[in-house]
């Protein structure tokens, strides 16, 4: 059973860092890729970054390019998201997520093609 769990989500005002981390367990993060969505109030969540397997392949959506970056720690089989320059817009509960598919280096964009995910953590932004 994959179990993900998110943390250091928290608040911060604008143009502070905050980074996320995502420990999980029952998949090997150097097998499988991983995701980080959002989902802000009253809106549908949306892909923020992802990262294969290898950590060699990234993706970011274009709202993070340039401040965001998602990393990878085999030995602590994390994933992290290291957030700068947050803007109120990134107000979100962020969620992590574990793509099925061993040893596939992406697109990751979808969020369908992840089948486990972490309870979310808050990120606040103020301005």
């Known amino acids: 059973q994959v179990q993900l769990r998110e943390s250091g989500g928290g608040s911060v005002q604008a143009g502070g860092s905050l980074k996320l981390a995502c420990a999980a367990s029952g998949r090997s993060v150097s097998v499988y890729g991983m995701g980080w969505f959002r989902q802000a109030p009253g ?21 993070g390019k340039g401040r965001f970056n998602i990393s990878i720690d085999n030995a602590k089989n994390t994933v992290y998201l290291q957030m700068s320059s947050l803007k109120p817009e990134d107000t979100a509960v962020y969620y992590c997520a574990s793509d099925p598919r061993p040893f596939y280096s992406g697109p990751y964009r979808s969020s369908v093609n992840f089948d486990s995910w972490g309870q979310g953590t808050l990120v606040t932004v103020s301005s």
């Open 43 to 63: 809106k549908e969540r949306e892909f923020v970054a992802a990262i294969s397997w290898s950590g060699r392949s990234t993706e970011y959506a274009d709202s």
